[in-house]
């Protein structure tokens, strides 16, 4: 018996729920300043004037309101609590808050407590925190930007990897063979696409998280986690379409439903896999 496993399981909820939040609210950070990073980082290997530029990375400079520069306090960066105590707006200017930072915070929280709910306090439950918060940050990121940045993918990969050596979720053998088969499955419908059509149908951040999904949950789930995006992701986009909440030229990006996909078939695969089997019949 570990001492993790002595933890009062409503405990370790409660930990895991506000330990989250607290995480949550550096996703937020990863989440803006990332991609803002890459930015900079290409500027610098192609533009000498970049390099007089101010440091910028995930800790420099202070957050601060856009719109007047106000400096965030430490009390007006408690996660949820604040957003409710400023009422959602700059406390100098008057600023509207986007509802869009205690969301992240509250899905951090209440995903790696169900995680915890689900599994107690162990290795497996621990491991799954930190690919959900990996998968928050690539959802969101995507959505802004249309980017899966391999300073996240290729980590959760090698963490897949590295977790199912010890064979927590599979064996090390089928999550070697999910890593090839994810990307190749997504690699070659790229290339069939682009040869039909001419145009690319996805980017090769896709190719790169469905590879690292399959590290983690192994070859047999890289046929449901495809499934699963892609009727989850033609929901959606018909959605937004009819809503008009998207127009029908503009890109949708992939990313945020294959790490949907991939984090429901890693909890509950086996059971959606065997409930198919029979209903079919087999």
């Not at 959602?88 to 969301?103: D, N, V």
């Not at 190749?184 to 001419?198: E, N």
């Amino acid at each position: 018996m570990t001492i993790l496993s002595m933890i009062d399981p409503a405990w370790a909820i409660a930990c895991a729920f506000i330990f989250s939040l607290c995480v949550g609210s550096f996703l937020n950070v990863v989440i803006h300043r990332l991609p803002i990073m890459m930015e900079r980082e290409w500027l610098a290997e192609h533009n000498e004037d970049s390099n007089e530029q101010e440091p910028f990375n995930l800790s420099i400079p202070a957050s601060a309101c856009p719109q007047c520069a106000h400096k965030i306090r430490w009390y007006e960066n408690i996660p949820v609590l604040s957003y409710a105590y400023l009422r959602a707006k700059c406390s100098s200017c008057g600023l509207h808050i986007p509802f869009r930072y205690p969301f992240i915070e509250l899905f951090s929280a209440v995903t790696v407590a169900y995680i915890v709910y689900l599994f107690g306090l162990n290795e497996i439950s621990l491991s799954l925190s930190l690919l959900t918060w990996g998968l928050i940050c690539l959802i969101f990121i995507d959505i802004d930007h249309q980017l899966l940045p391999d300073k996240l993918t290729f980590p959760l990969l090698w963490l897949g990897l590295l977790a199912n050596s010890f064979g927590l979720f599979t064996s090390l053998e089928s999550a070697v063979y999910g890593a090839i088969a994810g990307y190749l499955s997504l690699w070659s419908v790229y290339w069939a696409f682009k040869l039909l059509t001419g145009k690319e149908g996805m980017g090769y951040g896709d190719f790169k998280l469905l590879a690292a999904l399959g590290a983690w949950a192994g070859i047999s789930q890289i046929p449901l986690i495809i499934l699963l995006s892609s009727v989850v992701g033609a929901v959606l986009g018909i959605a937004m379409i009819i809503g008009k909440k998207q127009e029908q030229q503009t890109p949708i990006p992939f990313g945020p439903y294959l790490a949907i996909a991939g984090w429901i078939a890693l909890l509950w695969g086996d059971k959606i896999t065997g409930a198919y089997l029979q209903f079919v019949g087999l």
